[in-house]
């Protein structure tokens, strides 16, 4: 691991565990091993730390939308799993990006903004697709895309890897209450996927 990616992943589980404002650069430094000002060798400020962990987590998430094929149904089914893969495996930088994101100061939160916006209009057009070939019966295709962005988002707060349902066993369960919510009939899931 280069060491501005090991810097960028220590600021992740800090500004996740401590919050952003609670971490300090001192804190930082001391977990890297690294003196305070060879810390600024690699960094100019603690927000670009914070804006490198949100770029990262967006990757991840961009990285889901582009490996998403078949028909709607199969695409909602892979990026239900796909988005709880990638906050179970980045559970920390997930948390900044869900949540830390707000500490950002202009023009670094418009950023953030709209990395935000781009992802939830890539959900969407999944969504709207899903409508417009009659697969989906849903009212409001941007309530949907809320409505199944919150749903996937807030497991940040409660999700363990060690916890009582393994990620795949998540995966399914979300998938099939999703496409419910869409719906889909148990049937229909099948016939599509």
């Known amino acids: 691991m ?3 990616d090991e810097i960028l992943h220590v600021a992740g589980q800090l500004f996740s565990q401590k ?3 609670a971490t300090s650069m001192r ?3 001391k977990r890297l091993n690294l003196q305070g000002g060879s810390l600024y060798a690699h960094i100019t400020s603690k927000e670009e730390l914070l804006l490198g962990v949100v770029r990262q987590a967006a990757a991840r998430f961009f990285a889901v939308l582009e490996g998403l094929e078949g028909d709607p149904v199969a695409k909602v089914r892979t990026l239900v799993k796909g988005h709880l893969r990638v906050i179970a495996e980045e559970l920390p930088r997930a ?3 869900f949540h830390e994101w707000k500490h950002l100061s202009p023009p670094l939160l418009e950023e953030a903004r709209a990395l935000r916006r781009r992802y939830e ?3 969407q057009a ?3 697709e899903g409508v417009d070939k009659g697969v989906f019966q849903v009212e409001d295709v941007r309530l949907a895309t809320l409505f199944l962005l919150s749903a996937l ?3 940040y707060q409660w999700y363990r890897p060690d916890g009582p349902m393994p990620l ?3 995966s399914e369960a979300y998938a099939r209450l999703v496409l419910r919510a869409l719906g889909v009939r148990e049937g229909g899931e099948d016939d599509a996927a």
């Open 2 to 4: 280069e060491r501005r």
């Open 121 to 123: 209009a890539g959900v």
């Open 19 to 21: 919050g952003y404002h």
């Open 95 to 97: 948390t900044v990006f």
């Open 126 to 128: 999944v969504l709207q």
């Open 153 to 155: 988002n807030w497991t």
């Open 27 to 29: 804190e930082l430094a």
């Open 168 to 170: 795949e066993e998540l």
